[in-house]
């Protein structure tokens, strides 16, 4: 491909990107039979309506909305992607009509799904709703494997497609130029942030292999906390999968880089008495093969996931302290609330992704450390 | 835990591990590489090219101090030259004048040389003249006075003895 080409399409999807996070232009679906009248308004609602939400769905909800008595769901569907009993299965979630209780049964390829609270069944034959067993085990229905281009799918791919043209294009004007130009001087301090501050300190003499794993992490998880907080609210470093898949990622680089000095200190650990070094040395493999980890993993979950319900609790007060504030008064108080709240978000947002990759860099600096020669 | 458990979706996880390995190849193979080396590059440069002033710096004080030290060393030669040429202008003028006064006594010597042996000259050729006048007159006084002979001759002695020379 030439430069120009790809310099439209980085333009492009650049622009399309940026509509598309900051937009509320969406398609509308048809509609779904509902009782007029009645939004979510109430404790139990609002409390599930956010559990919803932090959750990973296969389609864009943005907002919905009554007219003739029906009530309208605004947003657009994703592919649906299963691999069940008869193979590989495809089509759009439009098809569940916003259903996520399972009550609308799809049928595909010989195989009927049906999907509740997030997550998609294959009925088996004769079944037409799912039941469960007493530990939550569905007792008619198998689970597909579901491959499915869900909203974090959807936002890791945009994300990632994001960061290699923002930097993929800084990378080929460094060819033309040693200054960049445009975007580019705004990313190149943040790429010299990352190594300088992160890398480097942490890692020591060897920073230069891990810096292109750390860079990656880092700008992946920013720019998925950022995207976090605008509408189209994606979660994506909000799931727990996905900050284990990183956490895992760690785990995987600091072990396969690690050195005998590290394995001889978690393993034999010289200048404690003999009797204590094999409780340190359990004490130590635990630290390094789970806790670090596990760690890493629930401090990110934990954090954004907690962002996003804190943000949305305190929207939720213009609903529920409506009787004792009247409208005005809790209207006014959420907003002021949720925007000093959505402020330190942003900071968060950027400081989580700063403590992952910081700590991942400070793991892998302890696996690689060279020890003193005595 | 439970919960943490019932938030998990092991297809969330495996696609977020394909899609993050595939992500994370493409961004050291297309932008990192390329970025790191270019601003390691630059970073060299800029760092030779402070290093290469710096010397640039110290070499123009060298050169200037050995301008200076050229300078000094060439008032110094101008002094020593000036120095030598007044010296030999004053030699020369004292030899000069050296020269000149033997050259004048010498002239001096000659010139009285000359007046001496002039003043002989005039003087013998004065006793000559002296000697003929003397001859001629005491041939008129002889032609005259050949009578009174005795007279004449205590005539001649008492005008020879009066004649003084000089």
Redesign the interface.
């Known amino acids: 491909m030439n430069y120009k080409g790809i310099k439209v399409v980085s333009k492009l999807t650049t622009i399309f990107s940026l509509i598309f996070l900051i937009s509320f232009t969406a398609f509308a679906n048809d509609g779904n039979k509902g009782e007029y009248n009645d939004p979510v308004n109430t404790q139990e609602e609002i409390n599930e309506y956010i559990e919803h939400h932090v ?2 769905s296969h389609d864009f909800h943005l907002f919905d909305y009554y007219s003739n008595g029906e009530e309208h769901a605004v947003g657009f569907p994703l592919p649906v992607i299963l691999w069940g009993e008869n193979g590989l299965t495809a089509f759009m979630s439009s098809a569940f009509h916003h259903d996520d209780s399972g009550k609308v049964i799809v049928e595909k390829n010989g195989s009927r799904f049906v999907k509740n609270h997030g997550t998609i069944y294959e009925l088996a034959d004769g079944a037409d709703t799912v039941v469960y067993d007493a530990e939550h085990h569905p007792t008619n229905a198998s689970k597909p ?4 281009i ?1 909203k ?2 959807f936002g ?2 945009l994300f ?1 497609l994001l ?2 043209l923002w ?2 294009k ?3 004007q ?2 033309k130029n ?1 200054v960049p130009t445009g975007f580019g001087r705004v990313l ?1 301090p943040l ?2 942030y990352v ?1 300088d501050e992160i890398a480097k300190p942490n890692i020591g003499p060897k920073y ?1 292999k891990f ?3 750390l ?2 992490v880092f700008f ?1 998880i920013w720019i998925s906390n950022l995207a976090g907080l605008m509408p189209f609210g994606f979660n994506v470093t909000g ?4 900050t ?3 956490a ?2 760690t785990l995987v680089v600091y072990l396969f880089s690690s050195n005998g000095h590290f394995w001889s200190h978690q393993l034999w650990m010289p200048g404690v008495p003999y009797l204590i070094r094999p409780l340190l040395a359990i004490i130590e493999l635990a630290g390094t093969l789970l806790i670090k980890p596990f760690a890493l993993m ?1 401090r990110l ?1 934990a954090n954004i996931t907690a962002g996003h319900i804190v943000v949305m609790s305190l929207i939720s007060i213009g609903i529920l302290m409506k009787k004792d504030m009247s409208a005005f008064g809790s209207t006014t108080l959420s907003l002021v609330l949720s925007m000093f709240i959505t402020l330190i978000e942003v900071l968060v947002a950027f400081l989580q992704a700063y403590i992952f990759t910081m700590l991942s860099a400070l793991f892998i600096g302890m696996a690689v450390e060279e020890g003193e020669h005595h | 835990m439970e919960q943490l458990l019932e938030n998990f979706s092991l297809d969330l996880f495996v696609k977020q591990t394909i899609l993050f390995l595939i992500l994370i190849f493409l961004m050291v193979k297309f932008a990192w590489k390329p970025i790191l080396k270019a601003l390691n590059d630059r970073e060299e440069g800029i760092k030779d090219a402070l290093d290469s002033a710096e010397s640039a710096k110290l070499e123009m004080q060298n050169l200037q101090a050995d301008n200076q030290k050229l300078l000094q060393e060439a008032r110094l030669e101008r002094e020593t030259m000036l120095k030598e040429a007044r010296d030999l202008k004053n030699k020369m003028i004292e030899d000069a004048k050296g020269e000149a006064s033997v050259q004048a006594s010498k002239i001096i010597e000659q010139a009285q040389a000359a007046i001496a042996s002039e003043k002989q000259a005039a003087i013998s050729d004065l006793k000559a003249q002296v000697a003929n006048l003397s001859l001629e007159i005491a041939e008129k006084v002889v032609k005259e006075e050949l009578s009174n002979k005795d007279k004449q001759l205590k005539l001649v002695e008492s005008m020879l003895g009066e004649a003084k020379l000089n």
Do not use: C, H, N, P
């Open positions: 959750k990973d494997f579901d491959l499915s869900t974090s799918v890791i791919l990632g960061m290699l930097f993929g800084l990378g080929r460094y060819k040693a190149e790429v010299i190594r230069r810096t292109g794993y860079m990656t992946f799931q727990l999968a996905v284990a898949s990183m895992i990622f629930v979950f």
